[in-house]
């Protein structure tokens, strides 16, 4: 069947990641396909495919697909020795059959290049670019390196070991656990330790610096045990900006955690004892290996096990991070549990890999796979290019270049590979089947379960002519998890394996197929699609994305709406996916890229519930995404090229004729943020919902320490609600002064204006939990921003207008005074007690915003919060 010509983003995908490339530009000649740089812009690039028209020396004329000229020059070109995919497929096919012995290498290079045509088979990103191209790039994705030695040098040594994989092409997983914790004490230079999560900032940084092969940047996981004291700082650290900025974060969750969580138990945060002798050459970051030898173990805290979890969700609410795999069920499962444990994942979570672990990746192409004629999927055609890819991966074994001997070692010792698929979403669309209901899960069960088992007897069919991995011993391999399960549906697997052997310790990998999957033009990995129509920003540019399957069938059918099997990620409950994900889990030796999809307003109590309910499911990890709850999306369904130059919503054009101009400004900041809409037509209506300031009011203020200082936050009372907040940070003249004021007036001015329903409600939701730069304090009273502070103080005064409107109480405590109050009583005092004098100034104290500043001792101080202008 001939291949559909590659167009749009698929082309610039394939010749800028996958086709073999040409390194000097300086050969571009008139008639070339080149990728040209149209947009030089450091965070959103692009680049698009034409023709070299024309060319003068260094400068060149390259006429675009869709016809535009652009003048550019030879550097700002990528040029490539490939221009179409059967060109590629011949290359890898013929690279992967030249480790077969002489005489069957005619026979699988054919195999291999019919397995590959058309897509079915589609290779990982790695062996695409580097097989029978480059001696120097790695054929592998990812790898996982040893923890750091815990000492500088080590450090250093991990860091050297990271950036030779990134150069090459590969991402690397580190878990940081191996390091002790901030503060410990450091005897050889009479100090103290910066802390693990310190040395994962340096590891991020440099991840950033390094252009992987030519075409991408470099890709970084960083893990940490749930034991370790610096946890928490590592579930927070993004929320401090720049510290970790270029790395994935996973905390992995062990079984006994997450007992301490379901009975709320403490948990205790310990580390080895560092003064033991043998403490530099025995300590590698396994603490129950550190257990068994018998060496002491350091406590240095008692936490509630259900604050840390608690922290784990808030933080992956806002942000999707840090991730959470359940590290020791997943070495229960492991097939390598007997002799080399996991401990830690790729960057994108779906291989996890022991010290020097490796990713060895490709998919298959699932929508390549339906049968018209019998509406079934083709299983015997299905069968034989899982059996042909497993063959295929495993001779990337033997294929690829080495940089560590190490690398070389382990990987000849397991023979890890990791076959995956792309298209799931369009089969079952084929199919009619809707992702996530019950009949899915149905399939799904019979679909994986079906390529498992023909990977697993194509595995041992290569054991009994090449022989097993080095380190495989029947029982014990058939003892893990995964194994007992596959024994249970496929005997004849276990019975295979003990006639046979086994060649790879691992055969199934489901990764997440972004831009392989884009390039083919299939729904990638296996999720669902993300939208029918979308946008897709990356470093090849902006670029609108349509399905095709959907395309047509609104085009065979004008005028009707997609049939409920036409369904999207947003379209689904969270707990569909995870219900999938568990389901082909299964089926799975190793792990699964699978991000559980969440509207804008699913809350911090359902992302509990979503994360328990994949542990009590069998998953071996879990990350949602919040939709809108980062700043930059891969993929967006509408047109928003900048985040930051998105067209805001129209602001109010009118205000109250009475209004300061800061009043006016910050009504405008307020029309754009809310999700109403305020026409000049409008204004008037808005204006007699305006509701005006009394001469007296009464309060309450709040002191909240904030990571920018002690906030005392006042909120005023109107007609027995919430009607003005004063809020003040810092010394007055200061840009945080000034910012905590704005916040003030605008929130203020959104309680006194307009009919939004509960508008306190309102507001507590969307400032609640906007993280800022750092957070204080622990669960509950964790402190993230000033915003936050605001979102927690409006909580406790509408608490305690609930109490006092229960108990009757006839007063509330007394914040700021009224303009009467302090009329009747505004003697300025010039010594004395301070607390025998409170609140006799009309003066408002620039640190807590109350009217409590008096002149004492010849210097303005406040009363209320000891704020002194002379200090």
Not at 682 to 707: C, E, H, I, M, W
Not at 713 to 738: M, Q, R, Y
Not at 775 to 793: L, M, T, Y
Not at 845 to 856: E, F, I, K, R, W
């Amino acid at each position: 069947m001939e291949t559909k010509k590659l167009e749009g983003l698929s082309e610039k995908i394939f010749l800028d990641r996958y086709a073999w490339k040409n390194a000097d530009t300086n050969e571009t000649k008139v008639g070339d396909v080149v990728l040209v740089l149209t947009k030089d812009d450091p965070k959103f690039p692009a680049k698009d495919v034409g023709e070299v028209v024309k060319r003068e020396g260094k400068n060149v004329t390259v006429k675009l697909r869709n016809g535009d000229l652009v003048e550019s020059n030879v550097d700002k070109l990528t040029l490539t020795i490939e221009k179409t995919p059967q060109e590629m497929w011949d290359r890898l096919a013929g690279a992967m059959a030249s480790v077969e012995a002489p005489d069957k290498q005619k026979e699988w290079q054919e195999k291999f290049r019919w397995v590959l045509d058309d897509w079915k088979l589609v290779p990982g990103g790695r062996i695409a670019a580097g097989a029978g191209a480059s001696e120097e790039l790695t054929l592998f994705n990812c790898y996982v390196i040893p923890s750091p030695h815990d000492s500088r040098g080590g450090i250093i040594e991990t860091l050297s070991e990271m950036t030779e994989i990134m150069a090459r092409g590969g991402g690397v997983g580190i878990n940081l656990s191996s390091l002790r914790p901030r503060r410990a004490i450091v005897r050889g230079v009479n100090g103290s330790s910066s802390g693990a999560v310190s040395w994962g900032g340096l590891f991020s940084y440099t991840t950033g610096l390094i252009e992987q092969g030519g075409s991408r940047r470099g890709a970084l996981m960083l893990m940490m045990n749930d034991w370790h004291p610096d946890v928490v700082d590592f579930i927070t650290v993004k929320q401090t900006m720049g510290q970790v900025t270029n790395a994935n974060l996973s905390v992995c969750v062990s079984n006994a955690f997450m007992k301490a969580v379901k009975e709320d138990l403490d948990w205790e945060l310990v580390f080895p004892d560092t003064s033991d002798a043998e403490y530099n050459e025995l300590w590698d970051g396994d603490l129950d290996k550190w257990k068994k030898l018998g060496k002491n173990v350091i406590p240095y805290k008692t936490v509630r096990a259900r604050d840390v979890w608690q922290t784990i969700i808030e933080s992956a609410w806002k942000s999707a991070e840090p991730g959470v795999v359940f590290m020791e069920y997943y070495n229960q499962m492991s097939n390598s549990w007997y002799f080399n444990p996991i401990i830690c994942t790729n960057p994108c979570g779906e291989q996890g890999l022991p010290a020097w672990g490796v990713c060895n990746l490709s998919a298959i192409n699932l929508s390549k796979f339906y049968d018209a004629d019998k509406h079934d999927v083709a299983w015997d055609e299905l069968s034989k290019v899982v059996r042909y890819s497993t063959r295929f991966l495993d001779n990337v074994i033997d294929k690829t270049p080495y940089h560590f001997p190490e690398n070389e070692a382990n990987q000849k010792k397991e023979r890890r590979v990791g076959l995956g698929t792309m298209g799931l979403a369009e089969l079952m669309i084929h199919l009619e089947i809707r992702y996530g209901s019950p009949e899915s899960l149905t399939f799904l069960d019979k679909l994986y379960g079906f390529m498992a088992r023909e990977a697993y007897l194509a595995s041992t069919e290569i054991a009994a002519e090449k022989g097993s991995f080095d380190a495989f011993e029947a029982e014990p391999f058939l003892q893990s998890g995964f194994m007992k399960n596959m024994h249970e549906a496929y005997p004849e697997v276990t019975e295979a394996v003990r006639k046979r052997g086994m060649r790879n310790v691992t055969v199934i990998t489901q990764a997440p197929t972004g831009s392989t999957g884009t390039m083919v033009g299939t729904s990638t990995g296996i999720e669902p699609y993300f939208a029918f129509e979308f946008f897709r920003q990356s470093r090849l540019g902006f670029d609108k994305q349509l399905v095709p399957i959907a395309q047509e069938w609104k085009d065979a059918h004008p005028g009707e709406e997609l049939p409920e099997w036409f369904v999207t990620a947003m379209d689904l409950s969270a707990k569909d996916h995870i219900r999938a994900q568990a389901a082909i889990q299964r089926w799975v030796d190793s792990s699964i890229s699978k991000t559980a999809n969440c509207p804008a307003d699913f809350t911090v109590e359902e992302t509990a519930e979503l994360y328990e309910l994949a542990f009590e499911l069998g998953c071996k990890g879990v990350t949602i995404y919040r939709d809108g709850s980062r700043d930059v999306q891969v993929l967006s369904t509408a047109k928003d090229e900048k985040k930051e130059e998105a067209a805001a919503v129209p602001a109010a054009e009118a205000a109250e004729a009475s209004a300061t101009a800061g009043e006016t400004s910050a009504l405008d900041t307020l029309g754009k943020a809310l999700p109403v809409t305020v026409t000049p037509a409008q204004a008037q209506v808005f204006d007699k919902q305006y509701k005006s300031r009394p001469k007296v009011l009464r309060g309450a203020t709040y002191k909240f320490n904030t990571p920018f200082g002690m906030a005392y936050i006042t909120v005023n009372d109107i007609d027995g609600t919430p009607g003005e907040i004063f809020l003040n940070v810092g010394k007055a003249g200061s840009d945080v002064f000034a910012m905590a004021e704005a916040l003030g007036r605008v929130c203020s001015l959104f309680l006194r204006y307009g009919d939004h329903g509960n508008k306190v409600q309102l507001l507590v939701k969307h400032l609640k939990g906007i993280g800022g730069s750092g957070a204080v304090g622990f669960g509950p009273n964790r402190v993230e921003s000033i915003a936050d502070a605001v979102a927690k103080a409006l909580e406790m005064h509408a608490n305690l207008l609930a109490e006092e409107e229960q108990s009757a109480a006839s007063e509330l405590p007394i914040a700021a005074t009224s303009q009467a109050a302090a009329a009747a009583d505004q003697g300025h005092s010039h010594g004395g007690s301070l607390g025998s004098q409170p609140y006799t100034s009309l003066d408002l104290c620039p640190s807590c915003g109350s009217a409590s500043l008096l002149n004492v001792e010849g210097c303005k101080t406040c009363a209320n919060c000891g704020y002194s202008k002379c200090s």
